[in-house]
Nanobody, 129 residues
Framework: QVELVESGGGSVEAGGSLRLSCAIS????????MAWFRQTPGKEREGIAA???????TYADSVKGRFAISQDNAANTLYLQMNSLKPEDTGMYYC???????????????????????WSQGTQVTVSS
């Protein structure tokens, strides 16, 4: 069983920065995609950044230029550096991973079934104006 444990959420003022971490218990294959999702009030959960085993990345337009996804392969850890945070970035943030797929477009992995990915428990990010 793969487990994803997320940390690093919290509260920050607009313009500030936060870094989220996601520790993945094990990698089950050489080809994978890992992604960050968020669910903001009144909206559906959306993919915002993804990275795959080839090192390719993709971002949603809403975070492009402000957020950066990265991975530490030795530590099996995924990161999301969030800079220039805005109040509209407030929401629950989740990391997810799956094997046998690569990045798609717009901050997501190339999968028709995001729900079948392995998911973290989520962490709250609150940005005040």
């Amino acid at each position: 069983q793969v487990e994803l444990v997320e940390s690093g959420g919290g509260s920050v003022e607009a313009g500030g920065s936060l870094r989220l971490s996601c520790a993945i218990s094990k990698l089950t294959g050489p080809t994978y995609c890992m992604a960050w999702f968020r669910q903001t009030p009144g909206k559906e959960r959306e993919g915002i950044a993804a990275i795959d085993s080839d090192g390719d990345t993709t971002y949603a337009d809403s975070v492009k230029g402000r957020f950066a996804i990265s991975q530490d392969n030795a530590a099996n850890t995924l990161y999301l550096q969030m800079n220039s945070l805005k109040p509209e970035d407030t929401g629950m943030y989740y990391c997810a991973a799956d094997w046998g797929i690569l990045v798609g477009v717009g901050g997501s992995c190339y999968t028709t079934s995001p729900a079948s990915m392995y998911w973290s428990q989520g962490t709250q990010v609150t940005v005040s104006s």
